[in-house]
Nanobody, 127 residues
């Protein structure tokens, strides 16, 4: 069974950067689309970006467009989320999730499109 573990979160000043990692184990991530999600206190979990098995990227949230970039390194079985120009409203618990490619891409920005989830990593943007 596929397991996902996020890392790289922490406390950062506004305008700073973080790179989150999503490490897969048990199965290769090569056969899954991978999405990054985030959830702030009192808000619903929202899709951020996802990446297809072929490396194609799709942004799910206009608020992060141009600031966040998803990528994957198949040799390391890891997916990354590079976050730049961070704002306090970016704070929250960040999750990665995996979906088999048989799931239509229309679902990849939605929580319901994914079968496997990591435990989350906390990102706090504060001065």
């Amino acid at each position: 069974q596929l397991q996902l573990v996020e890392s790289g979160g922490g406390l950062v000043q506004p305008g700073g950067s973080l790179r989150l990692s999503c490490a897969g184990s048990g199965l290769s991530l090569n056969y899954y689309a991978i999405g990054w999600f985030r959830q702030a206190p009192g808000k619903e979990r929202e899709g951020v970006e996802f990446i297809n098995t072929d490396g194609g990227r799709t942004n799910c949230a206009d608020s992060v467009k141009g600031r966040f970039t998803i990528s994957r390194d198949n040799a390391k079985n890891t997916v990354y989320l590079q976050m730049n120009s961070l704002k306090p409203e970016d704070s929250g618990l960040y999750y990665c999730a995996a979906a088999p490619p048989i799931v239509p891409q229309a679902y990849y920005c939605s929580v319901g499109g994914y079968d496997y989830w990591g435990q989350g990593t906390q990102v706090t943007v504060s001065s």
